[in-house]
Antibody, heavy 120, light 107 residues
Framework: QVQLQESGPGLVKPSQTLSLTCTVS??????????WSWIRQHPGKGLEWIGY???????YYSPSLKSRVTISVDTSKNQFSLKLTSVSAADTAFYYC????????????WGHGTMVTVSS | DIQMTQSPSSLSASVGDRVTITCRAS??????LDWYQQKPGKAPNLLIY???SLQSGVPSRFIGSGSGTDFTLTISSLQPEDFAIYYC?????????FGQGTKVEIK
């Protein structure tokens, strides 16, 4: 059974770079036709899709965050990562990684999420 | 971007009630519409994909319908564990976008 687990610092200073990793267990990140996404949720608010990566490395980012976002994949470690530069308090949120099989085009597996606070 | 609008934003219902949540897309998305349930402190959980396909393991009381721009999630008989926030999401195009959520509360 595939599981996802986010990891990374819970506190980031303003103007610095937020870096998170999602580790995929129970299956290979390279197998199947899956997109691997990052999604965030500001406390008490709705869901915001950040972007996805395919195991080949192709990416798509939300236009609202595109200038600050990089998603990468490390197939040897079965991980994909998020970098968000020049963060501010507005980037304080729960960050989730999720899998989207192209066969169903829906996020069928999610990580538990990790809270990232931007504060000095 | 495709805008997704849910209604109502919240509702109160009793156990056993039939509950309906609607989701409208700003343009046609065919049947590329998914529904999620989120409980406090937890990640969202996929209920319905492709507008009406029930995700494995999800109770059959969750029913999705619609196509084009208008979609509905119906809970045929509300159970205590169904009190949560429900989100729709379009997977027709990127960027993926979500509705603002509907909170289902106990009456």
């Amino acid at each position: 059974q595939v599981q996802l687990q986010e990891s990374g610092p819970g506190l980031v200073k303003p103007s610095q770079t937020l870096s998170l990793t999602c580790t995929v267990s129970g299956g290979s990140i390279s197998s199947g036709d899956h997109y691997w996404s990052w999604i965030r949720q500001h406390p008490g608010k709705g869901l915001e899709w950040i972007g996805y990566i395919f195991h080949s490395g192709s990416t798509y980012y939300s236009p609202s965050l595109k200038s600050r976002v990089t998603i990468s994949v490390d197939t040897s470690k079965n991980q994909f990562s998020l970098k968000l530069t020049s963060v501010s308090a507005a980037d304080t949120a729960f960050y989730y990684c999720a899998r989207e099989p192209s066969m169903i085009n829906a996020f069928d597996i999610w990580g538990h999420g990790t809270m990232v606070t931007v504060s000095s | 971007d495709i805008q997704m609008t849910q209604s109502p934003s919240s509702l109160s219902a009793s156990v056993g009630d039939r509950v309906t949540i609607t989701c409208r897309a700003s343009q046609s998305i065919a049947s590329y519409l998914d529904w999620y349930q989120q409980k406090p402190g937890k990640a969202p959980n996929l209920l319905i994909y492709a507008a009406s396909s029930l995700q494995s393991g999800v109770p059959s009381r969750f029913i999705g319908s619609g196509s084009g721009t208008d979609f509905t999630l119906t809970i045929s008989s509300l159970q205590p564990e169904d009190f949560a926030i429900y989100y729709c999401q379009q997977s027709y195009s990127s960027p993926r976008t979500f509705g603002q959520g509907t909170k289902v509360e106990i009456k």
